[in-house]
């Protein structure tokens, strides 16, 4: 009896905390010496998680989590990045072209879905370039409109499709919420 109640003690406290592990990397010099805070919102309020600082263009994480949770991911006080908090190692790179975490899955699925849905913002914004293009062709006012809207609503039907599937694939996890704050 006293082996059973141990056991049962001990894989009780096991699956009520799971282990997380940040390891980061920054290509921007400028942040070496910087504070890097991960805080979650809580109402109309920030709670700080974890913190530490960028040396040579590193710094490390790692903490306990009764529950997986999107926290943000703050460099010298500025908002810089979500990060999903669940259990595993999560990689994540600070450079000029681009910010990730991966190595969870769900970061992985956030993120995938982040660069989905950056190249259809990146699609939007040629948009204006295709115009210019077509009026120095000589094209029409009106066959020019037809063209630029024609395209939009493609990619504004893409983008809904992207953000939609987002929400349903995560409706059963942190996720969900994310793509509900992004539309």
Request: charged share 25%; net charge negative.
């Amino acid at each position: 009896m006293y082996r059973l109640l141990s056991f049962l003690c001990i894989a009780a406290c096991l699956s009520c905390s799971k282990v997380y592990r940040i390891d980061g990397t920054s290509k921007i010099s400028s942040i070496d010496g910087s504070a890097v805070v991960l805080k979650t919102a809580i109402g109309d309020a920030w709670k700080v998680i974890d913190s530490c600082e960028v040396l040579h263009g590193q710094f490390k994480m790692k903490g306990k989590l009764d529950s997986v949770i999107v926290a943000t991911l703050f460099v010298d006080g500025n908002p810089l990045m979500p990060v999903v908090l669940e259990g595993g190692k999560t990689d994540v790179l600070i450079s000029d072209m681009e910010i990730r975490a991966k190595g969870t899955p769900l970061n992985d699925s956030l993120y995938g879905f982040l660069f989905r849905k950056h190249k259809l913002e990146l699609k939007v914004m040629e948009l204006e370039r295709l115009e210019s293009q077509m009026i120095m062709n000589g094209y029409t006012e009106r066959e020019i409109k037809e063209v630029i809207d024609s395209v939009f609503s493609k990619i504004s039907t893409d983008m809904e499709e992207l953000v939609c599937g987002f929400i349903s694939e995560n409706y059963d996890n942190v996720l969900s919420l994310c793509g509900f704050s992004m539309l």
